[in-house]
Antibody, heavy 115, light 105 residues
């Protein structure tokens, strides 16, 4: 059975960076896209970007393309989301999902940005 | 960027009733539209993809329709557990979500 497990909660200062991991086990890693979605408090879902590990070139949402990097490490079946120049508005729950049938979502990673 | 507009913002119905949620795209997305259910403290759950196909394990009470710019999610015979926020999502090159419809049962 496929499992998707994300790294733990992060507390960051404004202007710093964060790197969140998303590890897949129990199934193919390279052939399926992994997407990143976030939800800020009281807000809706926002798609941030994705990567298909076998392809390697990520896609980024317009709002995020200057501040995020999505990478994949085939040796550990892990996808990473790095976000730079953090602002208080980046405080949110960050989810990764393996886009397959069925889909498999991680449990979410809370990122809090505060001075 | 393709903008998705969902209506209504909130829908209050009773168990056993039928719910119709709408999603309009700012330009054609063909059939590349999905619907998600999101409950507090949980990850989003895919209900429908490619406009009309139910995802694995989703009850037949949930059905999607539409193409191009206008789409609907219909939930027949509502159950209390259907209370959630429902999002449409377009899946062309760059994905976006609608702002959500809150369904109260």
């Amino acid at each position: 059975q496929v499992q998707v497990v994300q790294s733990g909660a992060e507390a960051k200062r404004p202007g710093s960076s964060v790197k969140v991991s998303c590890k897949t086990s129990g199934g193919s890693f390279t052939n399926f896209a992994v997407s990143w979605v976030r939800q800020a408090p009281g807000q809706g879902l926002e798609w941030m970007g994705d990567i298909v590990p076998i392809v390697g070139s990520p896609n980024y949402g317009q709002k995020f393309r200057d501040r995020i990097t999505i990478t994949a490490d085939e040796s550990t079946s892990t996808v990473y989301l790095e976000m730079r120049t953090l602002r208080s508005e980046d405080t949110a729950m960050y989810y990764c999902a393996r886009i397959s049938s069925p889909e498999f979502w991680g449990q979410g990673t809370q990122v809090t940005v505060s001075s | 960027e393709i903008v998705l507009t969902q209506s209504p913002a909130t829908l209050s119905l009773s168990p056993g009733e039928r719910a119709t949620l709408s999603c309009r795209a700012s330009q054609s997305v063909s059939l590349y539209l999905a619907w998600y259910q999101h409950k507090p403290g949980q990850a989003p759950r895919l209900l429908v993809y490619d406009a009309t196909y139910r995802a694995s394990g989703i009850p037949a009470r949930f059905s999607g329709s539409g193409s191009g710019t206008d789409f609907n999610l219909t939930i027949s015979s509502l159950e209390p557990d259907d209370s959630a926020i429902y999002y449409c999502q377009q899946r062309t090159i760059w994905w976006t979500f609608g702002q959500g419809t809150k369904l109260e049962i």
